[in-house]
């Protein structure tokens, strides 16, 4: 009985896997913006962030450890290099499992000069159809609405809108996984190269002082 409770359990988490979504939503209407993150039924407000609730000061404890030094340009470069690779294809993961579920925007455009705005107006109206193409070339959509009106007595142009993307756990865990793993691999290699670089320099200064000394005593 407790074999095919556990083996319930397992196949239920398998299936929210697979099932559940995650994703983030955002929108302004014209004046200020929005954004919240979501898991399944859960959200999470990430703009504007919620006021923190106070918390206690904690005391510094004494002999706290020292800071370790942070990884210089050079560093962060050879890093970069060694994960583009692993970057290359998380992004390409990402391209194919990413789903626009909502983009609804409308654009009001409007200058103070007219005749610059009717001129701006073309432009913008041509990029955002570019840009609409290039974005259902590449990604999944799955509900979309862009309209752009023009008025005349409108100093600045005006945008309201929402937007809302996801992907599954299960896709979200076959882009993470293997990108932390290249991560912490490429880091702990770093390290250790770090460590028998500075061994061999001490080995190097080591020897310069023993050598100085036999050449005093001669």
Not at 11 to 25: F, Q, S
Not at 152 to 168: A, F, H, I, M, N
Request: glycine letters at 8%.
């Amino acid at each position: 009985m407790i074999g095919w409770i556990v083996l319930a359990i397992v196949a239920l988490l398998v299936l929210l896997t697979y099932c559940l979504r995650v994703g983030v939503m955002a929108g302004c209407d014209g004046e200020k913006g929005w954004a919240t993150a979501y898991v399944g039924p859960k959200k999470i407000a990430l703009y504007p962030r919620p006021a923190p609730k106070k918390q206690k000061a904690k005391k510094r404890k004494e002999g706290a450890k020292p800071a370790r030094p942070k990884p210089g340009p050079k560093e962060l470069l050879a890093l970069a290099k060694v994960l583009l690779p692993a970057l290359r294809e998380a992004a390409g993961k990402l391209r194919y499992a990413l789903r626009v579920d909502e983009l609804t925007l409308h654009l009001i455009w409007g200058e103070a000069d007219p005749a610059d705005a009717a001129i701006h107006y073309g432009w913008v109206w041509g990029a955002a159809e570019a840009a609409l193409a290039f974005l259902k070339a590449n990604v999944k959509v799955k509900r979309h609405q862009v309209r752009m009106d023009f008025d005349y007595q409108l100093e600045r142009p005006r945008l309201t809108g929402r937007g809302k993307v996801s992907l599954t756990v299960a896709q979200l865990l076959a882009i993470v996984l293997p990108l932390g793993w290249a991560v912490l691999t490429a880091l702990l290699r770093q390290r250790r190269q770090q460590r028998a670089q500075a061994a061999s320099a001490g080995q190097e200064r080591k020897g310069e002082e023993n050598h100085g000394k036999e050449s005093s005593c001669q």
